[in-house]
């Protein structure tokens, strides 16, 4: 059955994202799917970028992204982000600071028709160091 890039993104973001539903994740992203995000290396596949996203809900367990718009070109999207969350755990080498965090992002999709094949997510880095006290060089690859 074919979606529309937008539901998609809802889906992902709404439901995947901010619940951490990991069963949705695995319908709605192709079985070759490629994330590339801010925040660290590429994952490959559902299962690569579940890991990911429990990392990152781990560090943010309140972690919540919130679409600004969204803009469709067949089957490719781009969505302008909020992002949200209380740094409780380990981030990238962080020790917790009970701080709730906030960076704006971009994220570029492609889809099939009927799941995300592709992802590529921009994020304000600098934003999240600042507010986490990081220097400006500092590495956030390292996890």
């Not at 890039?5 to 539903?21: D, S």
């Amino acid at each position: 059955m074919t979606t529309t890039p937008t539901r998609l993104i809802e889906r992902f973001y709404l439901e995947v994202w901010n619940t951490g539903n990991e069963l949705v994740a695995r319908q709605i992203l192709h079985p070759d799917f490629v994330f590339r995000g801010s925040l660290g290396p590429e994952h490959n596949g559902p299962e690569g970028f579940i890991l990911y996203l429990r990392a990152v809900r781990k560090s943010l367990p309140d972690f919540i992204c919130n679409i600004q718009d969204i803009v469709t070109e067949g089957q490719r999207a781009v969505a302008r982000m909020e992002f949200v969350g209380t740094h409780n755990g380990t981030f990238y080498g962080i020790a917790p600071t009970g701080k709730k965090i906030t960076w704006s992002g971009a994220a570029f999709f492609t889809t099939d028709g009927e799941q995300i094949t592709e992802l590529w997510v921009l994020g304000d880095i600098d934003a999240v160091k600042r507010q986490l006290g990081v220097q400006a060089g500092g590495d956030f690859t390292s996890q």
